[in-house]
Every structure is written in C-alpha cells, then in structure tokens.
C-alpha cells in the first residue's frame, strides 16, 4: 500500500500517561483545542474544559475514569 498521510497520521496516534512538569501554554491549549473542534466537525462529539488548574477535579475525573490516576498528573484535561 502506498504511503498515505491519513494512515501514517492514525499509526502515529498514541496516548500519553506520563506529563512533564511543564504547563501548558494559552497558544499550546488554543491549538489543542482547535484541534479537538476540528475533528468534532467531522464526528458529532462535545468537548470540555473542565478545568485543568483545580486539582480536586482532576482527581475526581481521575476516580471516576475507571481509577486512570495519570489523569490527575496530566498539565490539561479534557473531556
């Protein structure tokens, strides 16, 4: 099969569950947001921000995410 970017792009896909301690920036999280928008045009889905900056709610979403502790680490979560 010839070299196709849409295929290439889907092998690359990963998940991530270590973060450094780097925060993200507005320029970063309005490119990973735009991101999301973009792909929800094509899929009917609903994103949330809800917010990344009180760590109460992290560990929440982190418990009730099937107890996914990386989740309460992670610099920006969304749902």
Known sequence: MENNAILSALSARK???????DPVTPDERAAIL???????????AAVHDPGHHDPALKATLADLCDHQPFIAGAPLVLV
């Open 34 to 44: 735009n991101a999301a928008f973009q792909h929800r045009r094509r899929q009917p």
């Open 15 to 21: 998940s991530v569950r270590v973060f450094t301690p």
